[in-house]
């Protein structure tokens, strides 16, 4: 079992440029977590998905999209990189009637 | 809103000591409090609790939760420097896709 994997590990962008980061988990979990980490804000949720086929905003969507796209894949879009969402990404799954999330190991974007 | 609020927010500490980290949140639709560790990395799943008094205890640390003061306290005792991380604080709400609201987490540096 890998458990939650992101890829890619790093990524360096420039202003208007886009990407995916991508999150899969091979736990058969059913709800999927998208979070950004920075100094002195703690995690904060970006998108999360209850379950395949549904998505919902978090604290900060704005300047992302996501897609479930099965039950194990949930992908995170920045359409047009800015300063600002340079940060430590982490996914993260629960399993249904569970608390406890499992975190990937994170991605590592800096935006310039 | 609902908040989480851990103290203190950074600890310095010699191998040795024994340390309290402390977690606060506010009462409305609780429903579980997690404690997590994070290193350089992702982070990683420590207890969960949900019952007041019910002491949770893994090696050298332990937790707790008090529902009427609405707070839970990590203990960790005979520390090593393998404990220096930041600890994170989460609480989950009843009946919101289970979303964690986080603290901004402790930093704990063990020394020599």
């Known amino acids: 079992n890998a458990g939650v994997t992101q890829t890619p590990k790093f990524q360096v962008l420039k202003t208007g440029q886009s990407m995916t980061l991508q999150c899969a988990q091979d736990?058969?979990?059913?709800?999927m977590y998208w979070y950004r980490q920075d100094p002195g804000m703690g995690l904060r949720l970006i998108y999360y998905?209850?379950?395949?086929?549904?998505?919902d905003k978090g604290e900060v969507p704005n300047g992302y999209n996501v897609s479930r796209l099965n039950k194990r894949e949930f992908s995170l879009r920045l359409e047009s990189a800015a300063p600002s969402q340079t940060s430590v990404y982490f996914c993260?799954?629960?399993?249904?009637?569970?608390?406890?999330?499992?975190f990937g190991p994170g991605t590592r974007l800096l935006v310039l | 809103e609902d908040k989480v609020v851990q103290s203190p927010l950074s600890l310095v500490v010699h191998e040795g000591d024994t340390v309290t980290l402390n977690c606060s949140y506010e009462?409305?639709?609780?429903?579980?409090l997690l404690w997590y560790k994070q290193e350089k990395k992702a982070p990683t799943f420590l207890f969960m609790l949900?019952?007041s008094g019910i002491e949770k205890k893994s090696g050298r640390l332990s937790s707790i939760l008090d529902k009427k003061e609405l707070f839970s306290i990590l203990n960790i005792t005979a520390t090593q420097t393998g404990d220096s991380a930041v600890y994170l604080c989460?609480?989950?709400?009843?009946?919101?896709?289970?979303?964690?609201?986080w603290g901004l987490g402790t930093s704990l540096a063990v020394n020599p």
């Open positions: 993260a799954s629960r399993l249904a009637g569970q608390e406890t999330q499992y």
């Open positions: 736990m058969n979990h059913n709800s």
């Open positions: 998905s209850a379950s395949e086929g549904t998505t």
């Open positions: 009462v409305t639709n609780f429903r579980s």
């Open positions: 949900t019952s």
């Open positions: 989460g609480r989950g709400n009843a009946g919101n896709n289970r979303k964690l609201i």
